[in-house]
């Protein structure tokens, strides 16, 4: 443990900004909709108010989320009322069809309590899937959703032509005890605990996860879906040689295969900052590939 709360199991998935598509299935009266980039912003952020809303009474259906790629589970958080059975699939394409097997583990939150994120992520361990559904049952209430955290890794043989974000050996241990290849980061740039005015630097590097492609033009920035005031943005930068820090760098080009120099990322609390928990998540994007 970096500081007072749990690490957390595995990565977490940026699932609002990563390809996965999220569909809401009204199974009682037949309809179906894709949650907005919005929408999916809020439910993956850390802010517990209530984001989305169906005051229907009677409906039953499944919040499905369809990868890009085959992944691995190893965490939930499920901030939202009416959750019935949790599932996974290896085949399924809509969120309907496919067959689909019980996760075992999650348990159903319902709190306005931003730490609640933290210290109550459930155990939920797939070795392999490319989808995970969440069912509901309206009943008598409604269907609010505060927050849908998901956690765990995506092999380096899954999507092969993308940056990957590790640690400076390319490999890491979840708390469940699972040796990943890259990628489980989460833990290992967990600043745990840290006092107004002080700061604290880690190290990582971005590998071109790709056999046959060169990323080109690649930038390395932050992003907080939940941000604290002043911004966890500035508190947070990143260089690459520990002396110029910014809130973005540009690496340049890698060949397929290769890894980038030492990188670092530093964590300077201001002296007015907000107390609590607070996560922000490294980007590295590349203008394109050849």
């Known amino acids: 443990m970096a500081g007072s709360y749990p690490d957390v199991p595995g990565y977490k998935f940026a ?36 984001k989305y809303s169906n005051n229907n009474s009677n409906y039953f259906g499944y919040i499905a989320f369809l990868f890009p790629e085959q992944r691995s589970l190893a965490g939930m958080f499920l901030n939202m009322q009416k959750m019935g059975a949790v599932e996974y699939s290896t085949d399924s394409t809509t969120g309907l069809d496919g067959t689909w097997s019980t996760v075992t583990g999650p348990v159903l939150y319902n709190t306005a309590d931003k730490i609640q994120a933290r210290v109550n992520i459930s155990s939920a361990v797939v070795a392999s899937m490319t989808s995970v559904r969440i069912q509901y049952n309206g009943g008598s209430g409604n269907l609010d959703i505060r927050n849908i955290h998901l956690y765990g890794s995506t092999t380096p043989t899954a999507s092969p032509n993308r940056l990957r974000v590790v640690d400076m050996t390319n490999t890491s241990t979840t708390s469940d005890g699972v040796t990943t290849t890259g990628e489980d980061m989460a833990a290992q740039l967990d600043f745990g605990n840290i006092a107004q005015r002080a700061n604290s630097t880690k190290q990582f590097k971005v590998v071109n996860n790709s056999s046959t492609q060169t990323a080109t033009n690649i930038t390395v920035s932050l992003d907080a879906p939940t941000d604290a005031s002043p911004s966890l943005i500035g508190q947070l930068q990143v260089s690459t040689d520990n002396i110029a820090y910014a809130n973005a760098v540009n690496i340049g080009n890698l060949a397929p295969g290769a890894s980038s120099g030492t990188l670092y990322i530093k964590n300077t609390i201001a002296n007015n900052a907000q107390l609590s928990v607070w996560s922000a998540r490294i980007i590295a994007h590349a203008v394109s590939w050849s």
């Open 15 to 50: 699932y609002d900004v990563d390809g996965t598509v999220v569909v809401c299935h009204n199974v009682w009266n037949g309809t179906n909709f894709n949650f907005s980039s919005g929408q999916l912003r809020d439910f993956n952020n850390e802010w517990t108010h209530i």
